[in-house]
């Protein structure tokens, strides 16, 4: 099993067309009012549908291996191949990253991913994204699993241990919190 997944996409469409708002009016007596909803355009739509079939067999090509939670974070490496020099590589994250969410095979949502931009190349035959995803080290507030793991032995001698301790929750969830200070919890109460 494999815990790096490497994807190839071609350049979706940006941000800037993925999502386009429409105008309809209904009336309210005899009051026209102006209604705005967006949609999803067709050409996104279709990347869509054609990347989530890939990311779904390269997952098991390469033998990829996630269990999917809320707390499990993701680098996504980026070498950008664009056909033009004015191309942003922030406007091409968005889509491939929804279409890998909705395959919920390595993710659950796209809010624990940190993408990263390795390189810029300009290649007007061939223009892709080169994507490699794999876990971050880090777990919550803890750099490593290793400081979870000792902060968690520790934490089984405390008597907030008991009833599900919410403060060791917060921190696998990433959050910053008063009562841990420089890897200690000061809530800390030994069980006698």
Not at 54 to 70: D, F
Request: hydrophobic share 30%; charged share 25%; with cysteine.
């Amino acid at each position: 099993m494999s815990n790096e997944l490497k994807l190839v996409s071609s350049i979706p469409v940006s941000v800037n067309h993925y999502i386009k708002p429409r105008t309809f009016i209904t009336w309210k007596g005899n009051t026209p009012i102006a209604n705005v909803t967006m949609y999803e355009t067709v050409e996104a739509k279709a990347y869509k549908k054609q990347f989530k079939r890939y990311v779904e067999e390269q997952v098991k090509l390469q033998g990829y291996s996630s269990i999917p939670n809320k707390t499990q974070h993701f680098y996504i490496d980026c070498v950008f191949y664009f056909e033009r020099t004015d191309q942003d590589p922030n406007n091409y994250f968005k889509l491939p990253l929804d279409a890998i969410t909705e395959t919920q095979l390595l993710w659950l949502d796209d809010n624990t991913t940190c993408e990263r931009v390795k390189a810029i190349y300009y290649d007007s035959e061939n223009p892709r994204i080169e994507i490699t995803i794999k876990p971050v080290d880090y777990i919550g507030i803890f750099p490593t699993i290793s400081h979870l793991n000792e902060f968690r032995e520790k934490c089984v001698t405390c008597t907030r241990s008991k009833r599900n301790c919410s403060i060791l929750n917060k921190a696998i969830e990433g959050r910053i919190q008063e009562e841990i200070s420089e890897g200690v919890c000061g809530k800390y109460k030994e069980v006698k």
